[in-house]
């Protein structure tokens, strides 16, 4: 037996949705090239467990696929602040990674299963 979904429960659902940011990492052409790059995806690892510690990044998806995206994440935080941290992050200063940032809404609680 399937759950029904309601069109009254659908609109009262969505008004509950919250902003975030999503990221998707990628590898830069270059990452091969950088000196010490196995220590500085390290040290980016580092910020994503602080980011996560703080409340701040919410999901962290590393990809490994050989597709040239290495990541996606979901931030609790404005784009512009996403930016910033981004900018900062290690990867990205070395050269390792780029990013896309894209504004999204979700259901506050959601959450991946166990």
């Not at 830069?28 to 409340?55: C, K, M, T, Y």
């Amino acid at each position: 037996m399937s759950t029904v979904i309601t069109d009254e429960y659908m609109k009262e659902m969505l008004t509950t949705t919250k902003g975030y940011t999503v990221v998707i990492l990628k590898s830069a052409p270059n990452r091969s090239q950088v000196e010490g790059a196995d220590r500085i995806v390290w040290e980016h690892g580092r910020n994503n467990f602080r980011l996560r510690a703080e409340g701040i990044l919410s999901i962290v998806c590393p990809i490994m696929d050989g597709s040239g995206i290495s990541g996606i994440s979901i931030f609790n935080a404005p784009e512009e602040e996403v930016k910033t941290i981004m900018d900062a992050d290690p990867g990205v200063q070395a050269g390792i990674f780029t990013y896309e940032i894209h504004p999204c809404r979700s259901f506050p609680g959601d959450r991946l299963p166990e």
